[in-house]
């Protein structure tokens, strides 16, 4: 192995594991921080920098950051990361001078963005404060999409819906509500805009047609059912409700049904637990509001008496694990009562609006064929992003393909290639105090991780809009934020100043060091004082060492970050020294290098 | 020295041995040493040879006298007895340890100012008298606690960390062990785990005085240029003649060694150290040959490490004096003090 080379971004970006999870890539560590420290506003627009939504994401985020937290392969919980970005968002104050404005002086570019969702909305947000003219078409009366009419709002409250979409509005965004694009290629043929974002988002709910399908009008699909109930079409549902599905759209369907009085809630799964697509949480929530989930169905047909939908008759299996997969044999068939079914098996794309002869392509499952990396697609300056390019997806991910997209349209409308990429750069900082102090908490607290608190059933199923989740209080903020490892001060070695004393090697908690004789990596990791298993996890490898020859090798995987190699150190050779990752927005310059092609690590 | 504690928390692979405990169960303090301190790596040693040989630390009596390497037996076995003795006085208290308490596994902690300077008349008598304990010399040439004066054991010829010339010749603690019949004498470097774990195994599971000098170096006064006893200066002028490989009377010796340069010895309690790397014209149970080839070595300016002397037929004090092999202290007492009229009896064998 050679020398680790850590002037490679990703290298120590990869360390900071919940940043590198996250699409947007937002700072965890560092508003984590400044939330210790009460710096709520100083948090909330270190997240508004990358994920645009604190407040919303901090309620609804699907959190890839958490299964990724270091945290988690030491003490079984994550940190709460997007709670805490909820705490940031709940505890700010007026925050409004500090988000980016429109300069008076345009630059004469204008954007046209179909759909008022996330992505669309942070093409905006990134596209207007250099001077561009934006529009938005919007089919509905309000923006937001699915996190407006999707997410019913005892998760997500209306109030932190408007007003984080009237930050980027109030830039001078010009919102053409209830004006579905009813053809792209009028709206090219017009020839006002210089280029179209397309972020239509993933509206058509999947079908079911099984014998029984269209013989009620109490079978429902999921993602239209919660828009009907958002726009208060819907108010009642029968008292004993079926959601087939077990997606986090079919929790909310349960959670839904509970509110418009259904007594008995069941949400049918076709497999086991393991592969359930909702996230754990979401499960743990619907099942606390006493929905029962049974496993192991798949259904046939609708069952009716006397033209009454009276349940639904199901295949049930018998499951069982055989070499890390699922085997499961037929055991008969079972009818369960009903009176409500919600269908909530997942989303299509649908783009009945873009003709298929105007140059753009479409390919597999007739979606458009968009570039990965500038979300164009093969019409010029037509761009795609959230759940319209590739299908559905969580918030934050559209949020990131919505600054991709910005970055891209600046280039577009510049005149510069898109795929001319702005270069991050990185910024290490020492947070060396004194002989033995750091900037920074470097103790190890083993708390555990907070529970968030809920309110009563009763107060929850009365309507709605009440908001289930009461945020953390004072004392589990201040017990949350110091459970966080600091990823982001990384453990800095210079191989020049090292004695090979094994002080550090001694002092680590976690035997993250050792210092050997060089060798390949696969080889390597077996002969480290701690075996290094987590593939997925580098290696740090010095160059010889200036007595032996030997390397210093670190395996990042566990790292508490305590800072005890650097201050068992001598000779300063270790150093825990702050890591800051500067991606690029649209309009950035970008750092001056040639970029990085190598792998991470070595 | 830091204001954190060593977190408790451990890797997910942490094993345990076969009485239950991890390896940081034989921890002990954090450390108030220098950053850097050859003794701090002796202590995780012994911290690995203890959590190896599965021995329970309230058996062991950790046993030490002042100077910076007496403070260490506070940084490890947190559970083990302790004895942080006068200056230069351990010895004492060591012997009478044992003699309480045969049952006790004892480790005696010093330095070159405790062990050469005020405490060489201690040390001297209790190699003789063979006393069942492993003595562990954490040997630096400096008196570190005092700012960094000639210790004893500095070499002539070396300069302190001003570039003062020591003039005065050095005792080796080796050579003496070995001229005053010591039954086990071995030299280490507290940068080589490697070698040092196995000899600390080796030496808890001898049957006497186990003698281990480990070269220490004090990174705050001694590890400079002109310095004889720092990290550079060992690597460079360490060489180990014989390698120890200690195997438990429970394993299976597994590894293969080259013939002829191999010697076993097997202790008290069945367990083997295997000598390798042992040269034709060196027996490491020759005390005569083990001494002149460590000279000859020195006079190369070569430090000689590795297990060099080893008695295969040791007698510890305690059966020298033919004590029942019960720890005294448990004695039921009409046993101890048969009464006055065995007294009788035994004064009138003098008449």
Same mark, same amino acid.
């Given at each position: 192995?050679?020398?680790?080379?850590?002037?490679?971004?990703?290298?120590?970006?990869?360390?900071?594991?919940?940043?590198?999870?996250?699409?947007?890539?937002?700072?965890?560590?560092?508003?984590?921080?400044?939330?210790?420290?009460?710096?709520?506003?100083?948090?909330?627009?270190?997240?508004?920098?990358?994920?645009?939504?604190?407040?919303?994401?901090?309620?609804?985020?699907?959190?890839?950051?958490?299964?990724?937290?270091?945290?988690?392969?030491?003490?079984?919980?994550?940190?709460?990361?997007?709670?805490?970005?909820?705490?940031?968002?709940?505890?700010?104050?007026?925050?409004?001078?500090?988000?980016?404005?429109?300069?008076?002086?345009?630059?004469?570019?204008?954007?046209?963005?179909?759909?008022?969702?996330?992505?669309?909305?942070?093409v905006a947000n990134d596209l207007m404060p250099l001077g561009y003219e934006c529009t938005i078409f919007e089919k509905g009366p309000q923006a937001g999409g699915l996190m407006r009419i999707n997410i019913p709002?005892?998760?997500?409250?209306?109030?932190?819906?408007?007003?984080?979409?009237?930050?980027?509005?109030?830039?001078?965004?010009?919102?053409?509500?209830?004006?579905?694009?009813?053809?792209?290629?009028?709206?090219?043929?017009?020839?006002?805009?210089?280029?179209?974002?397309?972020?239509?988002?993933?509206?058509?709910?999947?079908?079911?047609?099984?014998?029984?399908?269209?013989?009620?009008?109490?079978? !429902?699909?999921?993602?239209?059912?919660?828009?009907?109930?958002?726009?208060?079409?819907?108010?009642?549902?029968?008292?004993?409700?079926?959601?087939?599905?077990?997606?986090?759209?079919?929790?909310?369907?349960?959670?839904?049904?509970?509110?418009?009085?259904?007594?008995?809630?069941?949400?049918?799964?076709?497999?086991?637990?393991?592969? !359930?697509?909702?996230?754990?949480?979401?499960?743990?929530?619907?099942?606390?509001?006493?929905?029962?989930?049974?496993?192991?169905?798949?259904?046939?047909?609708?069952?009716?008496?006397?033209?009454?939908?009276?349940?639904?008759?199901?295949?049930?299996?018998?499951?069982?694990?055989?070499?890390?997969?699922?085997?499961?044999?037929?055991?008969?068939?079972?009818?369960?009562?009903?009176?409500?079914?919600?269908?909530?098996?997942?989303?299509?794309?649908?783009?009945?609006?873009?003709?298929?002869?105007?140059?753009?392509?479409?390919?597999?499952?007739?979606?458009?064929?968009?570039?990965?990396?500038?979300?164009?697609?093969?019409?010029?300056?037509?761009?795609?992003?959230?759940?319209?390019?590739?299908?559905?997806?969580?918030?934050?991910?559209?949020?990131?393909?919505?600054?991709?997209?910005?970055?891209?349209?600046?280039?577009?409308?510049?005149?510069?290639?898109?795929?001319?990429?702005?270069?991050?750069?990185?910024?290490?900082?020492?947070?060396?105090?004194?002989?033995?102090?750091?900037?920074?908490?470097?103790?190890?607290?083993?708390?555990?991780?907070?529970?968030?608190?809920?309110?009563?059933?009763?107060?929850?199923?009365?309507?709605?809009?009440?908001?289930?989740?009461?945020?953390?209080?004072?004392?589990?903020?201040?017990?949350?934020?110091?459970?966080?490892?600091?990823?982001?001060?990384?453990?800095?070695?210079?191989?020049?100043?090292?004695?090979?004393?094994?002080?550090?090697?001694?002092?680590?908690?976690?035997?993250?060091?050792?210092?050997?004789?060089?060798?390949?990596?696969?080889?390597?990791?077996?002969?480290?004082?701690?075996?290094?298993?987590?593939?997925?996890?580098?290696?740090?490898?010095?160059?010889?060492?200036?007595?032996?020859?030997?390397?210093?090798?670190?395996?990042?995987?566990?790292?508490?970050?305590?800072?005890?190699?650097?201050?068992?150190?001598?000779?300063?050779?270790?150093?825990?020294r702050k890591f800051v990752i500067n991606l690029p927005l649209a309009g950035d310059p970008g750092a001056q290098r040639q970029p990085v092609t190598a792998g991470v690590g070595a | 020295m830091s204001y954190i504690?060593?977190?408790?928390?451990?890797?997910?692979?942490?094993?345990?041995?076969?009485?239950?405990?991890?390896?940081?169960?034989?921890?002990?303090?954090?450390?108030?040493?220098?950053?850097?301190?050859?003794?701090?790596?002796?202590?995780?040693?012994?911290?690995?040879?203890?959590?190896?040989?599965?021995?329970?630390?309230?058996?062991?009596?950790?046993?030490?006298?002042?100077?910076?390497?007496?403070?260490?037996?506070?940084?490890?076995?947190?559970?083990?007895?302790?004895?942080?003795?006068?200056?230069?006085?351990?010895?004492?208290?060591?012997?009478?340890?044992?003699?309480?308490?045969?049952?006790?596994?004892?480790?005696?902690?010093?330095?070159?100012?405790?062990?050469?300077?005020?405490?060489?008349?201690?040390?001297?008598?209790?190699?003789?008298?063979?006393?069942?304990?492993?003595?562990?010399?954490?040997?630096?040439?400096?008196?570190?606690?005092?700012?960094?004066?000639?210790?004893?054991?500095?070499?002539?010829?070396?300069?302190?960390?001003?570039?003062?010339?020591?003039?005065?010749?050095?005792?080796?603690?080796?050579?003496?062990?070995?001229?005053?019949?010591?039954?086990?004498?071995?030299?280490?470097?507290?940068?080589?785990?490697?070698?040092?774990?196995?000899?600390?195994?080796?030496?808890?599971?001898?049957?006497?005085?186990?003698?281990?000098?480990?070269?220490?170096?004090?990174?705050?006064?001694?590890?400079?240029?002109?310095?004889?006893?720092?990290?550079?200066?060992?690597?460079?002028?360490?060489?180990?003649?014989?390698?120890?490989?200690?195997?438990?009377?429970?394993?299976?010796?597994?590894?293969?060694?080259?013939?002829?340069?191999?010697?076993?010895?097997?202790?008290?309690?069945?367990?083997?150290?295997?000598?390798?790397?042992?040269?034709?014209?060196?027996?490491?149970?020759?005390?005569?040959?083990?001494?002149?080839?460590?000279?000859?070595?020195?006079?190369?300016?070569?430090?000689?490490?590795?297990?060099?002397?080893?008695?295969?037929?040791?007698?510890?004090?305690?059966?020298?004096?033919?004590?029942?092999?019960?720890?005294?202290?448990?004695?039921?007492?009409?046993?101890?003090?048969?009464?006055?009229?065995?007294?009788?009896?035994?004064?009138?064998?003098?008449?």
């Open positions: 192995m050679l020398r680790t080379d850590v002037e490679n971004p990703d290298y120590f970006h990869k360390v900071v594991d919940c940043q590198w999870a996250c699409p947007a890539h937002t700072n965890v560590p560092e508003y984590i921080r400044l939330i210790a420290q009460g710096r709520y506003d100083d948090a909330y627009i270190v997240n508004r920098h990358s994920n645009v939504f604190p407040g919303i994401l901090g309620r609804t985020c699907d959190r890839p950051c958490e299964p990724a937290c270091r945290r988690s392969r030491l003490d079984e919980k994550p940190v709460a990361i997007c709670r805490l970005k909820r705490v940031a968002a709940d505890h700010k104050s007026d925050i409004k001078d500090r988000i980016p404005k429109s300069p008076a002086t345009k630059n004469g570019k204008k954007i046209a963005l179909v759909g008022a969702g996330p992505s669309a909305l942070t709002s005892f998760r997500l409250p209306a109030e932190v819906l408007d007003e984080e979409i009237g930050y980027i509005i109030d830039m001078g965004v010009e919102v053409k509500y209830n004006t579905p694009v009813d053809s792209l290629k009028e709206l090219l043929d017009s020839e006002v805009y210089d280029a179209v974002f397309v972020g239509s988002g993933a509206p058509k709910g999947k079908e079911l047609v099984l014998p029984g399908r269209y013989d009620s009008d109490q079978i !429902f699909i999921g993602i239209e059912w919660l828009e009907s109930i958002h726009f208060g079409h819907i108010s009642s549902v029968g008292e004993k409700v079926l959601i087939i599905g077990v997606g986090n759209t079919a929790m909310d369907c349960c959670r839904s049904s509970k509110r418009l009085g259904a007594k008995d809630v069941k949400v049918i799964a076709r497999k086991t637990r393991k592969y !359930f697509k909702a996230s754990p949480w979401e499960l743990e929530d619907a099942e606390e509001e006493q929905v029962e989930i049974r496993e192991n169905l798949s259904p046939v047909q609708f069952v009716y008496e006397n033209g009454k939908l009276v349940g639904m008759e199901f295949e049930e299996f018998h499951s069982q694990e055989i070499d890390g997969k699922l085997v499961q044999e037929p055991i008969g068939k079972v009818t369960i009562p009903c009176d409500t079914v919600i269908l909530a098996i997942g989303q299509d794309n649908a783009f009945p609006w873009i003709e298929r002869n105007i140059g753009l392509e479409f390919g597999k499952w007739d979606m458009p064929v968009v570039d990965k990396t500038t979300f164009m697609s093969t019409q010029e300056g037509v761009f795609f992003g959230g759940d319209a390019a590739f299908g559905p997806l969580n918030i934050i991910w559209a949020v990131e393909q919505g600054h991709q997209a910005a970055i891209s349209i600046h280039n577009y409308c510049s005149g510069r290639p898109v795929g001319d990429r702005p270069l991050s750069s990185i910024n290490l900082t020492s947070t060396k105090m004194g002989l033995h102090e750091w900037s920074y908490s470097n103790n190890y607290d083993p708390s555990k991780r907070q529970k968030m608190r809920h309110i009563e059933l009763k107060q929850r199923f009365s309507n709605m809009t009440t908001e289930v989740e009461e945020g953390f209080t004072e004392e589990q903020v201040k017990t949350e934020v110091e459970r966080c490892l600091n990823c982001d001060v990384q453990t800095h070695f210079t191989d020049s100043q090292c004695i090979e004393c094994d002080a550090c090697i001694d002092i680590c908690p976690v035997d993250c060091l050792t210092i050997t004789q060089p060798g390949e990596e696969p080889e390597l990791r077996t002969r480290l004082t701690a075996p290094a298993t987590q593939y997925d996890q580098a290696l740090f490898v010095s160059g010889g060492l200036k007595q032996t020859g030997r390397v210093m090798v670190k395996d990042e995987n566990v790292c508490l970050h305590c800072g005890l190699c650097a201050e068992r150190c001598p000779t300063f050779a270790w150093d825990m | 504690l060593k977190p408790k928390v451990h890797h997910p692979s942490l094993q345990k041995n076969a009485v239950g405990l991890t390896r940081r169960d034989y921890e002990g303090a954090i450390s108030t040493l220098c950053a850097g301190c050859g003794h701090d790596s002796i202590t995780a040693a012994f911290i690995q040879a203890f959590w190896e040989l599965d021995i329970e630390p309230y058996k062991v009596a950790k046993l030490s006298g002042i100077g910076c390497s007496s403070k260490t037996p506070a940084y490890f076995l947190r559970e083990a007895h302790g004895f942080n003795s006068v200056h230069g006085r351990m010895p004492s208290v060591a012997t009478g340890a044992a003699a309480a308490n045969r049952e006790l596994v004892m480790v005696g902690v010093s330095g070159d100012g405790d062990s050469l300077s005020i405490g060489l008349g201690q040390l001297c008598h209790a190699i003789r008298r063979n006393v069942n304990l492993l003595y562990v010399l954490e040997n630096n040439g400096v008196y570190g606690l005092t700012k960094g004066q000639f210790s004893a054991s500095a070499d002539p010829g070396s300069t302190s960390k001003k570039g003062d010339i020591n003039s005065m010749e050095a005792i080796d603690g080796v050579l003496m062990a070995l001229t005053l019949g010591a039954t086990f004498v071995a030299r280490s470097f507290s940068g080589d785990k490697a070698q040092l774990v196995p000899l600390i195994k080796a030496g808890l599971s001898h049957k006497g005085f186990a003698f281990i000098d480990v070269i220490s170096p004090c990174v705050t006064f001694n590890d400079h240029e002109g310095s004889t006893k720092s990290y550079a200066y060992t690597r460079e002028h360490q060489l180990e003649v014989i390698q120890a490989d200690f195997t438990m009377p429970q394993e299976e010796i597994t590894t293969e060694y080259a013939p002829n340069t191999t010697k076993r010895v097997q202790l008290h309690d069945g367990s083997v150290v295997t000598l390798s790397k042992v040269g034709e014209d060196y027996d490491p149970t020759d005390r005569d040959r083990a001494y002149s080839h460590i000279r000859e070595l020195h006079a190369k300016g070569e430090t000689a490490t590795g297990l060099l002397y080893i008695s295969p037929d040791s007698v510890d004090m305690m059966d020298q004096n033919e004590a029942v092999p019960e720890a005294l202290y448990n004695q039921p007492f009409d046993i101890l003090c048969p009464g006055s009229a065995e007294l009788d009896k035994l004064q009138q064998r003098f008449r």
